[in-house]
């Protein structure tokens, strides 16, 4: 694990070189949680719902917009609205994979305008290089009106059982998140991954920001291969934000739910910074 890691949220917030990741972490300090909601819902009433209760106890909000049934311009305005109401980022978890000529365009236009909305996005690298290198020119483009405001997650590992993103291919998320610091906030993965070869050296600043799936306290897995661990035992691992879906939105009481998640996820991140 990093030495930034066991730094605190408000310090890496003061240092990081990157204004999203500084954002972030200014986020999560204000409001004193790491969470990530996955709001896997299909209507944007659902969605809106979700966000407004959830709201005061999460960092970000992660969507699969695309699971919509009714997706429109309500949809983005109610989203934006509530992420300024109660201080949370929009991270839409598109999983962008293709050549670069076309996540542009699935990214920046199409018919749900990801980055008038979104704060984070997300790719797999298994396209190679160049879907890194397209995402991150759209961005940096002088006519992109959101400026500094958007960041990329790289997919390095998944939680899901039998996953192939291992070995070679997590060590070019590495590679690709080093050379693309300005837009790349860090990665989406089970533990910190500065131990991971790379042909890229890593910068004297270097912080990248960790965000772990698959977090849940009252299951370890379900039939469709997922497997799931808790908010200590993934910020013990190099987490720096916890992913929870089922575990808070389909929770008897998601304000609850997510309230527990929140505690439990901040006492780990606390136990951490402390050398525990």
């Known amino acids: 694990m990093s030495s930034q890691s066991r730094s605190s949220y408000g310090a890496r917030a003061t240092n990081h070189p990157n204004p999203l990741a500084r954002r972030l972490f200014e986020v999560a300090e204000a409001k004193q949680s790491n969470v990530t909601v996955s709001a896997d819902v299909t209507t944007t009433k659902e969605l809106l719902d979700l966000a407004d209760r959830l709201g005061p106890y999460i960092a970000v909000i992660k969507t699969h917009i695309d699971i919509l049934s009714d997706f429109g311009p309500a949809t983005i305005t109610g989203l934006k609205e509530l992420a300024q109401k109660h201080n949370f980022l929009i991270f839409e978890d598109r999983k962008f994979i293709d050549i670069g000529n076309t996540v542009q365009k699935q990214y920046h236009g199409g018919t749900l305008r990801i980055s008038e909305w979104a704060h984070i996005i997300n790719c797999s690298v298994l396209p190679g290089e160049g879907i890194v290198e397209a995402l991150t020119q759209t961005a940096k483009a002088e006519d992109f009106p959101y400026g500094s405001d958007r960041g990329l997650l790289i997919l390095a590992e998944m939680t899901s059982k039998g996953s192939l993103a291992t070995g070679n291919y997590t060590s070019a998320s590495v590679d690709y998140a080093r050379k693309y610091p300005g837009f790349v906030l860090g990665f989406v993965s089970t533990r910190s ?54 575990g808070i939105y389909a929770a008897p009481d998601p304000v609850g739910a997510a309230k527990q998640y929140q505690r439990e996820g901040w006492e780990a991140y606390l136990a951490r910074v402390a050398g525990q």
């Open 193 to 246: 991954l500065t131990d991971v070869p790379s042909t890229v050296s890593a910068r004297e600043d270097e912080d990248f920001v960790v965000f772990t799936t698959g977090v849940n306290l009252s299951s370890k897995g379900d039939k469709l291969g997922q497997q799931y661990q808790t908010p200590q035992s993934a910020i013990g691992r190099g987490a720096d934000f916890i992913i929870a879906g089922r």
